[in-house]
Nanobody
Framework: QVQLVESGGGLVQAGGSLRLSCAAS????????AGWFRQAPGKEREFVAG????????YYADSVRGRFTISRDNAKNTVYLHMNSLKPEDTAVYYC????????????????WGQGTQVTVSS
């Protein structure tokens, strides 16, 4: 069993930056890949970024590549999402999740989820 708690969301102006954190509990967390998803009102939850359990491989959605960076610190059981050059279209609830396999990009491939943190980007 893995529990995930996101933090770091908030209101930011376009062009600004935020860092989201996802604190995990559970002894098996370090054996899972981890990812960030987001869901805007009226839209489906979409993949944003993922990182292998070993933290040496990352992968991104085209919409955020070059602006967002995912990382993890297994010693702290924490996954981060650094978001730069934020745009109004990045506004959404952001969720972290774990998956048994890396390169997972669909919600069905992820087994544990956090409760989400709101990110709002004003124009």
């Amino acid at each position: 069993q893995v529990q995930l708690v996101e933090s770091g969301g908030g209101l930011v102006q376009a062009g600004g930056s935020l860092r989201l954190s996802c604190a995990a509990s559970g002894r098996t967390f370090n054996s899972y890949a981890a990812g960030w998803f987001r869901q805007a009102p009226g839209k489906e939850r979409e993949f944003v970024a993922g990182v292998k359990w070993s933290a040496d491989i990352t992968y991104y959605a085209d919409s955020v590549r070059g602006r967002f960076t995912i990382s993890r610190d297994n010693a702290k059981n924490t996954v981060y999402l650094h978001m730069n050059s934020l745009k109004p279209e990045d506004t959404a609830v952001y969720y972290c999740a774990t998956a048994r396999h890396w390169l997972a990009v669909t919600t069905n491939e992820y087994n544990y989820w956090g409760q989400g943190t709101q990110v709002t980007v004003s124009s």
